[in-house]
């Protein structure tokens, strides 16, 4: 079964409006969030790195005013688009890196597309 | 020259055929993932890998760190498996942040 989720799967929303997306481990700590985006016929684009408790590392071009990222649990992280607009139309996915059953171990969430009209 | 190299990047096959996907990498590395992404965007992780191969199912997966290479190996294809496949690696300078092949996009006839 999934060892990390994401919620919602998908998302349409109006311009202007945020959006949160959730991002949970379900069967192991993860001590590290990972946020990336994919457009259209693209690979994925690492946006921010959490660690438990800090603040996020945001890659070069992502405003960390718009895509705010809270990792306050071990097992849960959420990216907010904020004021989003067509152009933030995406493919959002996490991936949640821990230890589980005693190794060190990475598991990437479904994902969640997101249209903003 | 990309750190993560996939190849092929399109690969259309008949229904039964052995299917072999291949990822060279230049970078040290902690691990490698094997992922599968659908139309519509879903995403699976299949394997991650730091030696030898993990079997599941009809898949397979290699590594050789030494060559620095990585197969994926698709027996008994089937029109479900239709879907691109993509090689990522956990580069070891990093903290554990991912460097991404470009996809092998698959597609499996009847």
């Known amino acids: 079964g999934a060892v990390v989720s994401q919620h919602p799967s998908w998302v349409i929303c109006k311009s202007g409006t945020s959006v949160k997306i959730e991002c949970r481990s379900l069967?192991?700590?993860?001590?590290?969030m990972f946020w990336y985006r994919q457009f259209p016929k693209q690979s994925l684009m690492l946006m921010a790195t959490?660690?438990?408790?800090?603040?996020?590392?945001?890659e070069q071009g992502v405003e960390k005013d718009k895509f705010l990222i809270n990792h306050a649990s071990l097992t849960l992280s959420t990216l907010t688009v904020t004021s989003a607009h067509p152009e933030d139309s995406s493919f959002y996915i996490c991936?949640?890196?821990?230890?589980?059953?005693?190794?060190?171990?990475?598991?990437f969430g479904p994902g969640t597309r997101l249209t903003v009209l | 020259k990309n750190e993560v190299e996939q190849s092929p990047q399109n690969l259309t096959a008949q229904e039964g055929e052995f299917i072999t996907i291949n990822c060279s990498y230049s970078v040290g590395i902690s691990a490698l993932h094997w992922l599968q992404q659908h139309p519509g965007g879903g995403i699976v992780s299949l394997f991650m890998l730091s030696s030898g191969k993990k079997k599941h199912g009809r898949l397979i997966a290699t590594i050789n760190i030494q060559e620095k290479h990585s197969s994926l190996h698709i027996t008994a294809s089937h029109p479900r498996d239709s879907a691109v496949y993509i090689c990522?690696?956990?580069?070891?300078?990093?903290?554990?942040?991912?460097?991404w092949g470009a996809g092998t996009k698959l597609i499996i006839k009847p």
């Open positions: 991936s949640a890196r821990g230890q589980r059953g005693g190794w060190d171990t990475q598991y």
């Open positions: 069967d192991f700590q993860a001590t590290t």
């Open positions: 959490s660690n438990e408790g800090s603040k996020a590392t945001y």
């Open positions: 990522a690696v956990s580069s070891m300078d990093s903290n554990y942040q991912l460097i």
